[in-house]
């Protein structure tokens, strides 16, 4: 099993990035994806989340409206668009699978977001 993220980098305020999580070894289609983040000195946030099939998301009110979770299943892959980039964004951002009906839940390695002047 493997989940792998990608996109991450530094940005400068204002810009955007866009984040994919590959994910292999598992029923993609049968986990919800989610998005979380770590900040430096603080614990980790969940901030976004997309149903098995797609048609349903949720936002944290720090990310709503700037950031946008999406999934493709046939490539297994989940993204998220990154918008309106503010300093706070600046965390280490990590996908996770967790199954709609039991199994385990998956996390990927991590990719670095900095948001800076």
């Known amino acids: 099993v493997q989940l792998v993220e990608s996109g991450g980098g530094l940005v400068q305020p204002g810009g955007s990035l866009r984040l994919s999580c590959a994910a292999s070894g598992f029923t993609f289609s049968r986990y919800r994806m989610s998005w979380y983040r770590q900040a430096p000195g603080k614990g980790r946030e969940l901030f976004a989340r997309?149903?098995?099939?797609?048609?349903?998301?949720n936002y944290a009110d720090s990310v709503k409206g700037r950031f946008t979770i999406s999934r493709d299943n046939p490539k297994n892959t989940v993204y998220l668009q990154m918008n309106s980039l503010k300093p706070e964004d600046t965390a280490v951002y990590y996908c996770n699978a967790d199954p709609v009906v039991g199994g385990k839940n998956y996390w990927g390695q991590g990719t670095q977001v900095q948001v800076t002047v």
């Open positions: 997309i149903s098995s099939g797609g048609g349903s998301t």
